[in-house]
Antibody, heavy 125, light 107 residues
Framework: EVQLVESGGGLVKPGGSLRLSCAASGFTFSNAWMSWVRQAPGKGLEWVGRIKSKTDGGTTDYAAPVKGRFTISRDDSKNTLYLQMNSLKTEDTAVYYC????????????????WGQGTMVTVSS | SYVLTQPPSVSVAPGKTARITCGGNNIGSKSVHWYQQKPGQAPVLVIYYDSDRPSGIPERFSGSNSGNTATLTISRVEAGDEADYYCQVWDSSSDLVFGGGTKLTVL
């Protein structure tokens, strides 16, 4: 069964740090470009960033609101994706989803057909 | 930055057709994906590359994209279609962008 399972969410104070994990199974994780998408309470979806497969360079891209504070990494030996979040702000409060496109086309990897259940991050004093 | 504009809400009677629009500058030149999200659940891809349906998505769901507007059409709407719907594109200047979402209410 194709599955993504996030963990690591919780309550953290402003300025603090948190690391989220996303365990993948049922597909070839090492070939996948992986993304994080978040959703603030009562709000819409917001792309956070992605990491490409190592064969495609393994590089990362980030949305402007998190650039310089968040870091995405991967451990293909453990089929796990990570999101290191530093200098957290109250506006980072959201459900964080990991997601991927299992059938990329023509170099595009952004039709997300596999999603985790999400993990809640609350930034509050 | 690239902006996708969706109506906040659309209402439709059961059995009728719902159309949810997604506006963006020359969006017809981009590939548009659509997601359905029910309360407390992760999003589900319902249309990708403008008009393709993933396996398991009913034929009642269809998509089109031209000019400055992409449209998700849901025919013979059912109560179970009530959800939030999001469009999404990749843009060379803004990277990955989601629309603000549309709440579909089945009357």
């Amino acid at each position: 069964e194709v599955q993504l399972v996030e963990s690591g969410g919780g309550l953290v104070k402003p300025g603090g740090s948190l690391r989220l994990s996303c365990a993948a199974s049922g597909f070839t994780f090492s070939n996948a470009w992986m993304s994080w998408v978040r959703q603030a309470p009562g709000k819409g979806l917001e792309w956070v960033g992605r990491i490409k497969s190592k064969t495609d360079g393994g590089t990362t891209d980030y949305a402007a609101p998190v650039k310089g504070r968040f870091t995405i990494s991967r451990d293909d030996s453990k089929n796990t994706l990570y999101l290191q979040m530093n200098s957290l702000k109250t506006e980072d409060t959201a459900v964080y989803y990991c997601t991927t496109d299992s059938d990329p086309r023509s170099g595009y990897h952004d039709a997300f057909d596999i999603w985790g259940q999400g993990t809640m991050v609350t930034v509050s004093s | 930055s690239y902006v996708l504009t969706q109506p906040p809400s659309v209402s439709v009677a059961p059995g009728k057709t719902a159309r949810i629009t997604c506006g963006g500058n020359n969006i017809g030149s981009k590939s548009v994906h659509w997601y359905q999200q029910k309360p407390g659940q992760a999003p589900v891809l319902v249309i990708y590359y403008d008009s393709d349906r993933p396996s398991g998505i009913p034929e009642r769901f269809s998509g089109s994209n031209s000019g400055n507007t992409a449209t998700l059409t849901i025919s013979r709407v059912e109560a179970g279609d009530e959800a939030d719907y999001y469009c999404q594109v990749w843009d060379s200047s803004s990277d990955l962008v989601f629309g603000g979402g549309t709440k579909l209410t089945v009357l």
